[in-house]
């Protein structure tokens, strides 16, 4: 076990650093705009950078990191997708759009700017209350996963570790708005891509280069998820080529459209700012999801060449990883990177819950808009109270907070992406075509994780539809119901006026 | 086998070096174009 006392200094002047980017966001921070989209004045590295730390929580590196022990190597797959679609595409494709539309429309908000759009309080309101009931039961898993690891490696109970990250992340954040969301986050970015990238030198480097490891790990043979070896893509239509594909195109679309990522679009200075995050973001994914996955495959070879028994849950795949074979400056530097994954998801998933209850829901959608600061007061009310909600929650979590989080990246994917295209490329999309496929979209998405997919439904209603269908990711249904939804609805309906066309679409060419 | 890999995991492996050097490639080579749209639209 590593020394508790050294973690704890460490911690403290890293909480420091953190507090004082708080205090810094707090002298920029004005009004609304500051404190929802950072003024719209960020440049390259911070938005790229907040971008992936964002995206990238403890749950990806150490949780995935751990299914690559599973399923081996073939999980590349992901980290080739996150960095293909969830970086190049969602900057080129939906950045520059989002950022000039969400200018033009004074968007503040991701349901805001879909709302802006299509004229409408109820997509604002409903929008908002979907992202507050899923991400807040999002945010209490990533704390949950980080304080087992603190745990596990340094023996501080569960409920402190809970109790001190809430507090120190509620600091900066209600400090400093997106401001110090950001920057923390950049900061936070660093420490990963550093602690995470040396891991897979050191792994190779113990294991003679890449190709040597390679070569030994398929050396191990087949396993039960990669039964042509772990080297190896599955054999289409077999039941872990189900598992790997809906994995990794359920993470890998999905992200198109969550909204703590989306908002990074908008807090963008100028165009320049989101091509230049092309690259920056791309290298940070791979430094970080590349890097993870390789290593967790290759742990296969690391246990048994240290004869370490492989932990029976995929989770504590890493954590054993790290706590046997490096040295203990490592295992500090890593646990900071981990720490770092988690606080920056978990601040801007309060942020963007935050907003969504007071500004989306209470603000814009009852109470009809409030003035100035006082709608700016609503939403940091409203963000404390959803911190609050996350740490009772974390602490003492009913079984429906886990499934809300299962579902949570397929419900928020489901309601949005459909949506988000039609707000930003299809001019005859409806507002009476957007509710329905934000509606319709998310109720297939329920309906497919209650009675059909396995995982899920064999618990919720003790259903079992066989394989391959049982396996197929919601995502899958959810998405393509919203689209046709969209497409369908809208056709059926009355055009938009062609005025607030033209104003929403200025700039755009 | 290719580099230890199947071919479609080595697939996987050689596009995330490809996807790399596109984004450096997108997003550091000199545009002039861009910085003109870009003024154009600071006032909107």
Known sequence: MADTVTFVIMLVAFSAVMIYIGYRGYKATKGATDWLVAGRRVGAWVVALSYGATFISAVAIIGFGGQAQVFGLQLLWLSTLVIIVGVIIAFIVFGYRTRIMSKTLDALTFPELIAKRFNSRFIQGFGGAVIAIFLIAYTAAVFKATASLVQVTFGISYETSIIVFTVIVAAYLLLGGLFAVMWTDSIQGLIMVVGIGLLLAMVWASLGGVIPANEALAALGPAKYAPNGLTSASSFGSVSFMLVTSLIFGVGIGALAQPQLAIRFMTAKNDKVLRQGVPIGAVFMFLTVYVAFTVGALSNVMFKNNGIAIPTSADLVIPTLINSLFPSWFVFLFLFAILSASMSTASSLFHVSGSAVGRDLYDKAWKKGLAGQKSMSVTKIATLVVIAATLVLSLYPPDAVAYLCTFAYGAIGATFLAPFVATLYWKRATRLGIIASMVGGLAATLLWYTFVYSKTASVITHTNVAPPLGLLDPLFIGIPVSFILVIIVSLMTKQPEEEHIARAFTGIS | ?44
């Open chain 2, 1 to 44: 086998m290719i580099w230890g890999m199947d071919v479609w995991v080595f697939t996987a492996f050689i596009l995330t070096y490809i996807a790399i050097i596109f984004s450096l490639i997108y997003g550091l080579w000199p545009r002039k174009e861009q910085e003109e749209k870009e003024g154009l639209n600071e006032g909107g």
